[in-house]
Every structure is written in structure tokens, then in C-alpha cells.
């Protein structure tokens, strides 16, 4: 009896300490992506951006690049919150790191405002981008409507603490530099 309660007693501790580490990872992502709609980019990045990323990328030239891709004259851009967020169970060590993977779907809308490019281009683009099964042109708002699921890995050196990096296909070799291969297979 003593043992079934002794197994019981961990199990449930075990399970509750994975879905505390869930939970903070889905609570510090929408963090993040809160910040990055706010356009509040260096924040975002001091606190949420991988700190191996940012070696490669410095933060200074990021910001610079996130203002000028948000603030492009021309071009609207709506930003919302990260759905259907689901964390990983699966804890991945690797050195002194900690990484968990991360699938969420991710919509964006973007309006074009230039005389010199016309929608049908502009979706051509958006389409060879992201696919076309993902982008939509929404007529009464004159928004291209993008529609994603998206990945990204959690890193952590304290399971407490954790930095994001989004992964895509295109990205690959660099993101070999810092996240480990198994995510990189698996990438859709």
C-alpha cells in the first residue's frame, strides 16, 4: 500500500510539474507575441529571443528590420494573438539547455498601399510566401488575410525562463547553429 501511494505521490507530482512547465512556456509565448504586435520589438527581443539567435542576428539590426518590415509605408499590418497554442510534453536536454517544441497557428492581415504594385501581384507573392491554401484577399476590407500553423521552439537554461525561436523550413542551416537537429526533421 505504502508503494501505491509512493508511486501515486510522484506520478502526480511529475504531471503537475509538466504542465507547470506548459503552462509558463504558453504564458511567456503570448507574452512575446503580445509585445511583437505592440511593435515593442526591443523588449520582445530582450526578453523572448533566443540569446544564440541574436549571436547570428544582433539585436540592434533586428529591431531596426522588424520596425522598418511593420512600419513599411505602403503596407498595413494586423497582428493577432497566437492560437491553438500546444506545448510539447516531450523535453528535449541538450548541453546546458532545455528545449520544447511549440505548434500554434498565427494570422496576419496585410494591406497593400502602393500605386505601383497591383493586388494581384502582391497576392502572387503572399501566395509563393506562405502558400496558397493560407492567404485569402477579403473584399469589404481590402486585407489579404494570412492564415498559418506555425512551430517554434522553447529554450531554457532553468525550465523557468524560456526564449523563442520560430522555425521554418527556409531557415535551416542557420537554425542548425542553435537548435537541436531532431526539431529541424520534423519541421512541416
Given amino acids: 500500500m505504502k508503494k501505491l501511494l509512493l508511486f501515486l505521490c510522484i506520478s502526480f507530482s511529475v504531471l503537475s510539474f509538466s504542465q507547470t512547465i506548459q503552462s509558463d512556456i504558453e504564458g511567456q509565448f503570448r507574452d512575446f507575441n503580445a ?17 544564440d539567435f541574436l549571436k547570428i542576428f544582433p539585436k ?4 531596426q528590420l522588424m520596425d522598418q518590415m511593420f512600419n513599411m509605408e ?3 499590418f494586423k497582428i493577432y494573438k497566437p492560437e491553438d497554442i500546444a506545448v510539447s510534453k516531450d523535453v528535449v536536454k541538450e548541453g546546458d539547455k532545455s528545449y520544447i ?26 501566395q509563393e510566401e506562405f502558400g496558397a ?37 527556409k531557415q535551416i542551416p542557420i537554425l542548425r547553429q542553435f537548435i537541436p537537429i531532431q526539431f529541424l526533421k520534423e519541421l512541416k
Fill in 35 to 51: 509585445l511583437i504586435a505592440e511593435k515593442n520589438f526591443d523588449k520582445a527581443l530582450d526578453l523572448y529571443v533566443n540569446e
Fill in 60 to 63: 540592434d539590426q533586428m529591431v
Fill in 74 to 76: 505602403g503596407i498595413d
Fill in 101 to 126: 517544441k511549440i505548434n500554434y497557428r498565427q494570422s496576419l492581415d496585410i494591406k497593400l498601399n502602393m500605386p505601383n504594385v497591383t493586388n494581384d501581384q502582391f497576392y502572387a507573392a503572399l
Fill in 133 to 169: 491554401d493560407h492567404v485569402q484577399f477579403n473584399d469589404s476590407t481590402k486585407f489579404f488575410e494570412v492564415r498559418m500553423g506555425k512551430e517554434a521552439i522553447a529554450s531554457s537554461h532553468n525550465l523557468k525562463n524560456w526564449k523563442f525561436t520560430v522555425i521554418e523550413k
